[in-house]
């Protein structure tokens, strides 16, 4: 089990989980960021001070409509986070976002403004594979435009589920490229010499404590031994270019990514707080899975659930806990063909664990306390006032029988 | 335009994105697209590269530095706080395009900018103002040096700006820096209206 997902190299994984915690993630950070930059003060730039490259881009209008575009943008991640018709959410977040940073590049081009635009691609690819993600509101609309069979099929199926999560293949893509760009802009643009000694990065130390005022913790060690300034730039170069070559390769990523943001740390201690978004883009390829099956799934206990296969909105209640089923800790058997132990027609559930039998509400509150994600609710459902609601709910929600 | 491009045919390949070789066709071309931005180096917006610390460094390299001149003609290092979202390297550039690039009526607008900005940001520094939402910012891109209340006290009213220029030379095995010495460019007064050019330094 690898700490990193190569989602390049493979981008089927067991569960949902690491679309859905991706997406909120990237969601939140992106609203933060958004809602932190000073988008009105950009059109205040004297007109002249622009990059002529992007000229085109430097309109009154585009700088006036900025500080409300924010909120626009940041209503719509809202939706994009929750997962909510993802494709035109994140979509239009991602491109009306793009567009805001574009304009601001005219004034500056910032590390800050690639960062976000990486996270921007990021949206645009969740949106375009918006149907990979059923941890998601649109997940659980779609389970109501499918037939009860094959809703009935995912249950019934249950152990070989599988999940596509083409946002992340590509996305891995993309950063990897991006970072063989770091290496590759310093072999462009400099003399094969500065290859061979860590006089670039002794300068570029010293030239930023002159520039800033301010002494960084590593930067005196780094300057002072020139194998340790070598070793920094060309090991710098070296993880950069690993995460693509990993990626493509179909090796693990783990080493590449943790040397990428090990970089990234000692950029901050070297030269200032620098590409602090890249760290959280890069952990978002941490394999979330993984550690939700270690963590947050009882899989020593085993339960198998007998379930109305008639009944609508269980079966679609449930299809969405069997995708946080990832350790396939439950078995579900329809009434249709359960021993007459798990069937139980007047309440519609039934669950067998270690030999006790639960009925009706209170098999679903233990089939939720099977998810250690669910377990302050189960732990509600217990409490004397819940219980007394919830079994009305629970009386009145369940189809009327004969 | 490519910028136009990008964001129409994005559009309608979202409208179409369940068809056939659609996204197919999204991604071949956003990889193109960034396969050549990364290669070349220049961003093509909005498919940026990230070419970081990429120009190699000189034997003796030149920045500018801009300061705020008070009534009384003291002087103090800007807070680039006040102009967002530009940091001590852009500030570089645009003080280096005031010593040398810009005409006399553009330094002077420049230098008005900088003026009302700064001005604004020293009351608010001095104010002690941190609203909540300041306290919820995510932390600066580049932590420099910020302007603190008490050194404020020190000042008068800022007047005018000045543009040094600084030449750092470093030792021969690079291990600190040899010298930096400063010279006095240019003074812009936006409230007088001159620009008085410093030509043989201090």
């Known amino acids: ?402 | 335009m490519v910028y136009v491009l990008f964001f129409l045919g994005t559009l309608g390949i979202l409208a179409v994105a369940r068809r056939q070789y659609a996204r197919e066709v999204w991604l071949a071309g956003f990889f193109a697209t960034l396969l050549a931005v990364t290669l070349v180096g220049m961003p093509l917006l909005p498919v940026v590269d990230m070419h970081k610390f990429a120009q190699p460094s000189e034997e003796e390299e030149t920045y500018y530095e801009i300061r705020m001149v008070d009534a009384a003609g003291n002087e103090l290092r800007v807070d680039d706080r006040a102009t967002p979202p530009v940091t001590g390297t852009r500030t570089s550039t645009v003080a280096g395009q005031l010593a040398e690039g810009y005409t006399d009526d553009q330094r002077l607008e420049m230098g008005e900018f900088y003026l009302a900005n700064a001005r604004e940001h020293r009351q608010a520094v001095e104010s002690g103002e941190r609203s909540v939402t300041d306290r919820l910012q995510p932390p600066r891109y580049v932590d420099d040096e910020a302007w603190t209340a008490a050194e404020l006290r020190e000042y008068e009213a800022f007047e005018a700006i000045r543009i040094y220029e600084h030449t750092v030379v470093y030792s021969d095995d690079n291990t600190a820096v040899e010298s930096n010495e400063e010279r006095l460019r240019v003074t812009i007064d936006p409230t007088d209206g001159t620009v008085t050019e410093h030509e043989a330094g201090r």
Request: glycine letters at 8%; one cysteine or more.
């Open chain 1, 1 to 402: 089990m690898s700490a990193f997902v190569n989602y390049v190299a493979d981008d089927v994984r067991g569960s949902p989980l690491n679309l859905a915690v991706v997406r909120v993630l990237l969601g939140i950070w992106v609203v933060w960021r958004v809602l932190s930059l000073e988008w009105a003060a950009y059109g205040e730039w004297p007109e002249f001070h622009v990059d002529e490259t992007i000229g085109f881009l430097h309109q009154e209008l585009f700088f006036t409509l900025l500080p409300y575009q924010q909120w626009v943008v940041a209503a719509l991640l809202v939706l994009f986070i929750v997962g909510y018709r993802t494709r035109w959410t994140g979509g239009l977040a991602s491109l009306l976002l793009m567009h805001m940073l574009s304009v601001k590049a005219t004034i500056y081009l910032a590390g800050t403004v690639e960062s976000l635009f990486v996270c921007a691609y990021l949206i645009l690819l969740f949106a375009l594979f918006a149907e990979d993600d059923p941890l998601s509101v649109d997940g659980v609309r779609r389970t109501g435009g499918r037939s009860l069979a094959e809703l009935n099929a995912v249950l019934t199926d249950g152990t070989d589920r599988t999940y596509r999560m083409r946002a992340l293949k590509w996305g891995l893509l993309a950063v990897a490229i991006i970072y063989v760009g770091s290496a590759w802009g310093k072999a462009l643009n400099g003399p094969l010499e500065i290859w061979l000694s860590g006089a670039e990065l002794q300068r570029d130390i010293l030239f930023y404590g002159e520039l800033t005022g301010i002494d960084r913790a590593l930067g005196a060690p780094i300057v002072e031994h020139e194998w340790l300034a070598w070793a920094g730039f060309v090991g710098t170069a070296a993880v950069q270019v690993s995460l693509f070559v990993a990626a493509v390769l179909g090796l693990s990523v783990t080493l590449p990514i943790i040397g990428i943001i090990g970089f990234h740390v000692s950029v901050i201690l070297t030269l200032g707080l620098y590409f602090i978004d890249m760290i959280l883009v890069l952990s978002l390829f941490i394999a979330w899975d993984g550690i939700y099956r270690r963590v947050a799934v009882a899989a020593d206990e085993s339960v198998r659930v007998g379930y109305d296969d008639h009944w609508s909105g269980c079966v679609r209640t449930l299809v969405i806990l069997a995708h946080l089923d990832v350790t396939d800790s439950v078995e579900f058997v329809s009434q249709s063909d359960a021993p007459p132990a798990l069937a139980d027609r007047k309440e519609g559930l039934v669950l067998v664990r270690d030999g006790s039998v639960y009925h009706g509400y209170e098999a679903s509150r233990q089939l939720l306390s099977q998810f250690r994600l669910c377990a302050p609710l189960a732990f509600a459902m217990a409490t004397p006032p819940v219980r007394a609601l919830g079994t009305r709910l629970y009386a009145s929600a369940a189809p009327a029988r004969s």
